[in-house]
C-alpha cells in the first residue's frame, strides 16, 4: 500500500520559515517524481514545486520562485519543501504528490500526473 505522509505545518509570522516534509512508503521512490501542491477554500489546487526523480531538475510556480525549494532524500524516501519568506498568501493545504512518469507538456506542473497524493499539512501565515 502506498502512503504519502506530510508533516511540518503549522501557524508562523509573514517574514517566517517553515519545512515540510513528505513521507512515502510502499513505492520504489526513486522511480517517482514529487510534487507539491496547495489549495485554499473555494480555489483550484494550485501547482507549487515539483522535482524530477533524479532530483537534478526542479520547476516552482512563479508565486513561490526564490523563496521555496523542493529537495528529496532517496534513502530516507522523503520529499521537502523548504518555505522562506513566507506570506499571509502561502496559506494554504500544502500536499505531495508522486508521478512515476511527468508529461512533456506539464513536466510535473499539473495535477493529473501525478500518481499518489497525501493528506495535506495545514499552512498558516499571519501578517
Known amino acids: 500500500q502506498v502512503r504519502l505522509v506530510e508533516s511540518g505545518g503549522g501557524l508562523v509570522q509573514t517574514g517566517g520559515s517553515l519545512r515540510l516534509s513528505c513521507k512515502t512508503s510502499g513505492l520504489t521512490f526513486g522511480n517517482y517524481a514529487m510534487g507539491w501542491f496547495r489549495r485554499t477554500p473555494g480555489k483550484e489546487r494550485e501547482f507549487v514545486a515539483t522535482i524530477t526523480y533524479t532530483g537534478e531538475i526542479t520547476f516552482y510556480a512563479d508565486s513561490v520562485k526564490g523563496r521555496f525549494t523542493i529537495e528529496r532524500t532517496d534513502t530516507e524516501n522523503t520529499a521537502y519543501l523548504q518555505m522562506n519568506s513566507l506570506k499571509p498568501e502561502d496559506t494554504a493545504l500544502y500536499s505531495c504528490?508522486?508521478?512515476?512518469?511527468?508529461?512533456?507538456?506539464?513536466?510535473?506542473?499539473?495535477?493529473?500526473?501525478?500518481?499518489?497524493w497525501g493528506q495535506g499539512t495545514q499552512v498558516t501565515v499571519s501578517s
Open positions: 504528490a508522486a508521478g512515476r512518469q511527468l508529461s512533456v507538456n506539464c513536466r510535473g506542473r499539473c495535477a493529473s500526473e501525478y500518481d499518489y
